[in-house]
């Protein structure tokens, strides 16, 4: 899948097509939080499926973001920051805010041992 939003069926229901695309997306972020050995707890992991299931409720929709101010992810690690932006990248039509987000839930997970 190179773009989650345009591989949803045009035929499917809109919440179909949501549900559809939050899986996908969960499974690849999920995927790609194993190779890079971040597991996150329970609670991170249901935080982490309702943010990724609002990211496509948005991809599909086309719902704005509230406006969320840069600064406050100025201390998220630049590793967290690439994970966060290649997950939002897949999704094809998100904007940088989004991976801003997402970044936190990376960043916490990493903190688990």
Not at 4 to 30: C, D, F, H, P, Y
Not at 37 to 45: D, K, L
Request: aromatic share 6%; charged share 25%.
């Amino acid at each position: 899948m190179e773009n989650g939003a345009v591989m949803v069926n045009e035929t499917s229901s809109q919440n179909e097509q949501v549900a559809r695309l939050g899986e996908e997306m969960l499974a690849w972020i999920k995927a790609l939080l194993k190779t890079q050995e971040i597991v996150p707890n329970a609670v991170q992991e249901q935080m982490l499926d309702s943010h990724v299931r609002a990211m496509a409720f948005r991809s599909v929709t086309g719902e704005p973001l509230p406006e969320v101010d840069a600064s406050l992810f100025e201390e998220i690690s630049q590793d967290s920051m690439r994970l966060a932006e290649q997950a939002v990248a897949k999704f094809g039509n998100l904007p940088v805010e989004e991976a801003w987000l997402l970044s936190v839930h990376f960043e916490v997970a990493k903190d688990n041992d």
